[in-house]
């Protein structure tokens, strides 16, 4: 079982990726889909004890959605005992931005 540093790292590389695919949706920074990737990189940023270097995404999924589900699913893996007192808030934003990516997102 990978590390609480290990699994806060790997949700990160998915929001990062899920933030870039949404910058680059609607071909142009102006749109929603670039403000909607602002707010990836907020709840990014947020996360505690990321390093700035993201582990690679194995296998990863192709829309925006997927790798916020994903993220969510790293999150998921850490036991609430052993992650960072706001772990559930973190994880609850992220539960958010999928719901929200799920009504618009597509292949």
């Known amino acids: 079982m990978p590390d609480v540093d290990d699994l806060l790292g790997l949700a990160a590389a998915h929001l990062a990726t899920a933030a870039h695919l949404a ?9 929603a889909w ?3 990737a602002g707010q990836i990189r907020l ?8 390093a ?5 995404i194995p296998a990863a999924p192709g ?6 589900s994903a993220a ?4 998921d ?11 559930q808030l973190w994880a609850w934003h992220i539960a958010e931005l999928a719901r929200l990516a799920q009504t618009t997102d597509r292949p």
Do not use: E, K, Q, S
Request: hydrophobic share 40%.
């Open 34 to 36: 670039a403000a909607f």
């Open 43 to 50: 709840t990014a940023a947020g996360l505690p004890a990321v």
């Open 23 to 31: 910058d680059h949706r609607d071909g142009t920074r102006d749109g």
């Open 77 to 87: 893996h850490i036991d609430p005992l052993d992650g960072p007192a706001d772990l």
């Open 52 to 56: 700035p270097d993201t582990p690679a």
């Open 72 to 75: 969510l699913d790293a999150m």
């Open 63 to 68: 829309t925006v959605h997927g790798h916020l």
